[in-house]
């Protein structure tokens, strides 16, 4: 059993490689960071998901694909959250024993809340993703995304450590808190690996904060 995970040096995606070898799955990690995660079923790549043809061709074929990798800078947004996301995926669907691809998207992607391309990539996104589950589904492969509000991780430092800031933020969700990437990492693997009737859908996990609304009358 493989899992390929991109952005598997910090974050969701690093939360999620984890989560998967304690499963027991072989697990390959891409990044352009070095390995976060030491263990003998685990490999890593360093690899730009904009360039997928870098991928090693020695990889195994992955019963599991899931596409973390992301950034927040607008200038990259769209070729790394949008593109490099699809051309990761597209590299591994011939895999003969492909049973589930996953990609981490945005509550950005249903409410617009944050920069300009970063919430178009992350919508354009989730637009893929449900073309990919037509296109699987025929093979019994189910294709999700799951849109995370906010997550505890390194990319939100600074909101972190802005105690300002980051009561400014809890206050706008209904459970006042944000999630661990653990958390996100436990959704992914129910969603690849226990479920099997969801397809196509986008699931959102933030707190709350969708809803969270002031009632005027």
Same mark, same amino acid.
């Given at each position: 059993?493989?899992?390929?995970?991109?952005g598997a040096s910090s974050g969701i995606g690093l939360a999620t490689a984890k989560k998967f070898l304690a499963e027991g799955y072989k697990t390959v990690g891409v990044d352009i960071a070095p390995a976060a995660v030491?263990?003998?079923?685990?490999?890593?790549?360093?690899?730009?998901?904009?360039?997928?043809?870098?991928?090693?061709?020695d990889l195994p074929e992955p019963e599991i694909i899931i596409s973390c990798a992301g950034t927040l800078e607008e200038r990259d947004a769209i070729d790394v959250n949008l593109k490099?996301?699809?051309?990761?995926?597209?590299?591994?669907?011939?895999?003969?024993?492909l049973r589930s691809v996953l990609f981490i998207a945005s509550a950005s992607a249903r409410n617009g809340a944050e920069?300009?391309?970063?919430?178009a990539s992350k919508a %354009?996104?989730?637009?893929?993703?449900? @073309?990919l589950a037509l296109r699987m589904a025929p093979r019994g492969v189910t294709v999700n995304s799951i849109s995370p509000g906010g997550v505890i991780t390194p990319a939100n430092?600074?909101?972190?450590?802005?105690?300002?800031l980051y009561g400014r933020v809890l206050a706008?969700?209904?459970l006042g808190k944000w999630a661990e990437p653990e958390e996100i990492a436990?959704?992914?693997?129910?969603?690849?690996?226990?479920?099997?009737?969801?397809? %196509?859908?986008?699931?959102?996990?933030? @707190?709350?904060e969708m809803l969270k609304s002031n009632f005027i009358w």
């Amino acid at each position: 059993m493989t899992a390929i995970v991109s952005g598997a040096s910090s974050g969701i995606g690093l939360a999620t490689a984890k989560k998967f070898l304690a499963e027991g799955y072989k697990t390959v990690g891409v990044d352009i960071a070095p390995a976060a995660v030491k263990d003998q079923n685990y490999r890593h790549v360093v690899c730009d998901v904009r360039d997928a043809s870098g991928l090693p061709k020695d990889l195994p074929e992955p019963e599991i694909i899931i596409s973390c990798a992301g950034t927040l800078e607008e200038r990259d947004a769209i070729d790394v959250n949008l593109k490099g996301a699809i051309g990761f995926a597209e590299h591994f669907l011939a895999s003969p024993c492909l049973r589930s691809v996953l990609f981490i998207a945005s509550a950005s992607a249903r409410n617009g809340a944050e920069f300009p391309l970063y919430s178009a990539s992350k919508a %354009g996104l989730v637009g893929y993703m449900k @073309n990919l589950a037509l296109r699987m589904a025929p093979r019994g492969v189910t294709v999700n995304s799951i849109s995370p509000g906010g997550v505890i991780t390194p990319a939100n430092a600074h909101i972190l450590e802005s105690p300002e800031l980051y009561g400014r933020v809890l206050a706008e969700t209904l459970l006042g808190k944000w999630a661990e990437p653990e958390e996100i990492a436990d959704l992914v693997y129910f969603l690849t690996v226990t479920n099997r009737s969801i397809t %196509g859908e986008d699931i959102l996990i933030d @707190n709350g904060e969708m809803l969270k609304s002031n009632f005027i009358w």
